[in-house]
């Protein structure tokens, strides 16, 4: 509504520009500008609509009884748990400290996994260390392999390679203009008809 009590099409548009500026729905924003991998990013599109299979969610949907984690068996399995209290991650975290906002661990977990996604400098091996987490998981309690920090640690400086060096080549491709001789259109022409 306008300051003289009418309601006009415009202030109700700027109202809710506004409030979607603000809104919680931003982290989706800034999501998807994410520069990493797609599978990383789909993961983490998984975390923050809190969906991850945790050993919590599938006792919660009667899938299983046994809710604990397998490093910590007083603890329940939930996202915040493997991602970030869980010993083997409180392993990870001490090595890749870097990685990660100074202080951040203390926030609830869509603030601490959305300040260090905006944080440009570290966001790509952010989200490295926490899918490299998950993943690891997962070999644990569906494959029974046995927890090393120092494997997931290659792991995860592997992937930190791979990443790097693949947005140094797609910045390199980008930023380069091709030989000549090897530029040529392409085009499509309808099949003859019969």
Sequence with gaps: MEKDGRFRLKSAYNLV???????????????????GPNRIKHFMWIV???????????????ITTNSHC???????????HILRNCSKARVVWDKFQSRTVANSMSLPL???LMINLRHHDTATEFGIIIWQLWK???EEVMEGKVFSKNG???RIQAWFNIVRNAQENVQLTSTSNPPAGQVRNVSWD???EG
């Design 152 to 154: 997931l640690f290659a």
């Design 110 to 112: 869509q603030d601490w």
């Design 17 to 35: 520009v506004e409030e979607e500026d603000n809104a919680p729905d931003r982290c989706w924003k800034d999501l998807w500008k994410w520069k």
């Design 48 to 62: 923050l609509h809190g969906r991850l299979l945790t050993k919590k969610e599938l006792t919660r949907r009667k």
């Design 190 to 192: 309808p099949p003859l």
């Design 70 to 80: 397998n490093l910590c068996p007083d603890q329940e399995e939930t996202i915040d």
């Design 136 to 138: 690891q998981r997962n």
